[in-house]
């Protein structure tokens, strides 16, 4: 087995290790190596990203779901769960004034709510393109047929996020109740990927029954699916789920693990995740100096913001959206880098 400085050396030339090289990286974890990780990773980001930041307008469409995900506030089995729908109407109006601050992506989030047909979404999707042209369109409606998949990107939406949780089946088990499978989930993923979505996938960092071994997994998965965008946040328990006494995820880990991903395919585009900075006040920041590029703040009336609680304690659920961004630039800024008025695709070769 290499040394861990090796091992470093090794993933920052190749982009790549072996699943039990990944697995000692992760169990290495240090301050010290955290620091090496992330110098690297910085690097590489700004030869391809300098310090810019882009920024993706998130519109919270409805919190109703037909799953049951374990660790998932919305689930439909929490009784507690205060239901809301955003009506077409009110979610073009979320993208018209993202567009005033400078938002030039629309990610549309929610649960798998039966209410967003094909219809209803592609109907969306060609509004906003035809209001806003210059802008991409980003889904995160969870598991859908491949037909659905290819009407949807027919009607205009550019990207597709969804997060695969676990690349481990055995894990996905444990975090997923059986009607759901993981075979599934990565044949969504494939599917969007033929079609031609730019594709995001993601994992929580420290969920139940996970270890260095599931994470190396999720690491190799990366590394050999090569996705667009990799979403990664600390798992936070919800008081309402069967994991509400189950420990949270680290932040220090997620950013430890951004830098790894970041040396991985140095191109991805990474959020600095909203769990990453409910977990730790200031860990959008840490994040992005550990090599993120990407924040997400919310469009969504505020209204309805506090019931959109995947994990309790989320922040920024009581400003208006113009607040967020104003509060985001100043602390941006103050790291030394900038958010710009960019689609911010990825950028290939
Ligand atoms: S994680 Fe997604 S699919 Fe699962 S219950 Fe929550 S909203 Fe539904």
Not at 130 to 136: F, M, T
Not at 214 to 240: N, T, V
Not at 272 to 283: E, K, N, R, Y
Not at 289 to 318: F, H, Q, W
Request: proline share 4%; aromatic share 8%.
């Amino acid at each position: 087995m290499l040394r861990t400085d090796e091992l470093i050396q090794k993933l920052s030339s190749t982009g790549s290790l072996e699943e039990n090289e990944y697995a000692q990286l992760i169990k290495d974890y240090s301050e010290a190596n955290a620091e090496k990780l992330k110098t690297l990773a910085d690097a590489k980001r700004r030869e391809i990203y300098g310090n810019e930041i882009f920024i993706r307008g998130l519109i919270e469409v409805s919190n109703i779901c037909r799953n049951d995900c374990i660790y998932c506030g919305i689930r439909r089995s929490n009784r507690n769960c205060d239901r809301y729908r955003l009506t077409p109407e009110e979610i073009l109006a979320c993208a018209n004034s993202g567009y005033e601050l400078g938002f030039r992506t629309f990610v549309m989030q929610g649960g798998e709510d039966p209410f967003f047909t094909d219809e209803v979404l592609e109907s969306i999707i060609k509004e906003i393109k035809s209001r806003h042209p210059d802008c991409a369109v980003t889904l995160s409606m969870g598991e859908r047929s491949d037909e659905s998949y290819q009407r949807l990107f027919d009607a205009g939406a550019d990207r597709y996020l969804l997060r695969h949780e676990t690349a481990s089946k055995e894990h996905y088990g444990k975090l997923h109740p059986q009607e759901m499978s993981y075979e599934n989930r990565m044949r969504c993923l494939r599917s969007l990927r033929r079609i031609g979505y730019q594709v995001g996938c993601g994992f929580m960092v420290g969920s139940p029954y996970q270890t260095e071994i599931e994470m190396a997994k999720d690491l190799k998965f990366i590394e050999e699916f090569r996705p667009d965008m990799c979403g990664i946040g600390p798992f936070i328990p919800h008081k309402d789920t069967p994991f509400r006494d189950e420990e949270a995820g680290s932040a220090e880990l997620t950013c430890y693990l951004l830098s790894i991903i970041r040396l991985i395919y140095p191109r991805i585009l990474l959020p600095a995740t909203t769990a990453l900075g409910t977990a730790d006040g200031m860990g959008r920041e840490k994040g992005i100096l550990a090599g993120a590029n990407v924040i997400m703040p919310n469009l969504s009336p505020v209204s309805v913001r506090k019931k959109y609680e995947l994990y309790d304690n989320k922040i920024c659920t009581g400003e208006e959206a113009a607040e967020c961004v104003n509060c985001l630039k100043g602390r941006i800024t103050r790291i030394g880098f900038k958010i710009v008025t960019d689609r911010g695709d990825i950028r290939k070769e």
